[in-house]
């Protein structure tokens, strides 16, 4: 596309035409199950703690307390969702698209020539979910482009097509 | 460069060429610390091999390893594969020079001092308790081993320069190779520390992603340092290895130098020096005043006093003289009173060119100019010059580009003022078919360029508030680990930068010089 002139930081316009509309991609539901369940797990726990304890050693009353937690639970059980549904990735012709945050937005842009290192790593918990992330390093710290929660056989094929690309594409510093 | 490649290379002159007699024992150790996973264009140059030293630490390996070096026994599997070109002579280890013990030797001095002064009535007690026979007695132990020590360190270090990379081979009991690859080297500084010019000594130290300290030459003789660098540079450079051992030092042609007196008033009217200056005389004088513990003041004068010294008396010393010269194997950067240092930035590893405007010196039109070399420490390209003379020195290191001047700047919309008021002022953002510009500050202007060929990656981010009003900051990643961010643009404008700057970052690459500039 045409950069030339100094002046161009505001000419949406011109460029509008060429735009190849990325397709995007979602994350699978299986990160919010494993998500909601750690969730109810501790936090159930902490309502538990936070119901009985006071409740024995203060009286009844105290067992008031439980609803905090409780609360923040179900409050969180929305909010995942939400952010859930915020992360979404589109892999384009020459660079990787992730975007993700509700409040806080962030949209990364990484060309395939840039990737130093493609990682896919899954932890115990991720492994029984059947989940696995990818990570994209490149020579810049400041990039921060993970995708978690993938299917682990999407997961590698990201990987392969990456490095793939990247190869392809290859630059130095 | 594809990654089985490199690993072959890396392992394969290590194993054979280095350690005919240990091979064995070296190889089970080495293989999981060269492999790792890597993807194209990893700058990982170095392959750090912690060769089990059993059986060879003491037993007379530098023999060996100096035998095999200086007659270079011609058997087949011995040569690096690779490297077919260079002359057996080529290949021979050299030492470093042989002051080089004697940077230690104020090592267990230092350690006496640091326990005097850590526990000082035992210090005394053992003082008085101090004999004549005692203290010779101590001196008679301490010195040799002392000696002893850096003798050995010395005579373990051995380097090397093949047609791609400089190899460091070091240690006594943990053995150390350190292979530094020439084409990814970002600079190259010769540094001479106040001692080590009386002794006519230098360290080399290259600046290649993932170096530390322990990969400086310290110290080589001052010629020697001088005829390696060019050497270097013309391998990293791509000439051919017949010609690079022999090419010399490239001429340099001047661009700059900062006269003393011009660097003493810029330092004067920077609001930083007076700044640490006034709160190293003002605190410990309220402290004395409120505390009247002598002790309390100590503790709080000398650590302000000493960041009082470096910004103000410390960076003139180190600053002085600063000369920007252009040769064809990079920019040097020579500068110091006391401690000398000669850098040199190769083409083309600029990634960060920061303009910096205080406010005391836009009167009289000066700028400092910094710039960011991945892996490298140094910062500084201009401590201070005109605006003009600053740029077109801009112009050098960064080819093609021409420094957008304020009024081409974009300001943020109106709006932004609900987001950040008065600094929205100071932002400013310029996109050039070389240069992505973006400044801030309000007192002191910092205007940063990023050329399109080095950015990793974009990014586009934008909070609740700034969601409200429409705005999002558009960051640009750069490899020195530095992000240069456009504050407060529109949000529609921040969604089309960000993709135009994708398709600019991606393009750009294809003008960018090559790693090897002259091959």
Known sequence: METGSPDDTGAAGTAKATRDDPVWTGLPPGLLRMRRLLLVVWLGLLTLAAGLLP????????????????GLAVWGWAMLERNWRSWRYAERADDLLISRGVLWREETVVPYGRMQLVEVTSGPVERHFGLASVQLHTAAAATDATIPGLDPAEAERLRDRLTELGEARSAGL | MTTPGEEETARGSVAPGEDPAGGGSVAPGEGPAARRSVAPGEDEARTNCPASGKGEAGTGSPASGREQAGTSSPAPGQEVPSTSSAAPDRLAERRLHPVTPLRRAWAPVAVLVGWAVHDPDQAQRQLTRLTTTHLLLGLALLIPAAALYGFLTWWFTHYAVTDTELRIRTGLLFRRTAHIRLERVQAIDVTQPLLARVAGVAKLKLDVIGTGKKDELAFLGNDEARALRAELLARAAGLAPETAHEVGEAPSRQLLRVPPRVLAVALLLTGATWGTLIAAALVPTLLWLATHNLWTVLATALPLLGAAGASSAGRFVGEYDWTVAESPD?????????????ETVPPGRVQTVRIVEPLLWRRRGWVRVELDVAGSSNSVLIPVAPRGIAESVVARVLPGVTVPAGPALSRPPRRAARCRPLWWRGYGLAVTHTVFAARYGLLSRSLALVPHAKVQSVRRTQGPWQRALRLADVRVDTGANKTVTARLRDADEAAELLRAQAERSRT??????????MA
């Open chain 2, 508 to 517: 750009g690459r294809r003008d960018a010089l090559p790693d090897r500039w």
């Open chain 2, 330 to 342: 990079g920019l040097r950067l020579d500068h110091g009173l006391l401690d000398r240092a000669h």
């Open chain 1, 55 to 70: 409740g024995l050693f203060l009286g009844p009353a105290w067992a008031v307390l439980a609803l905090l937690p409780l």
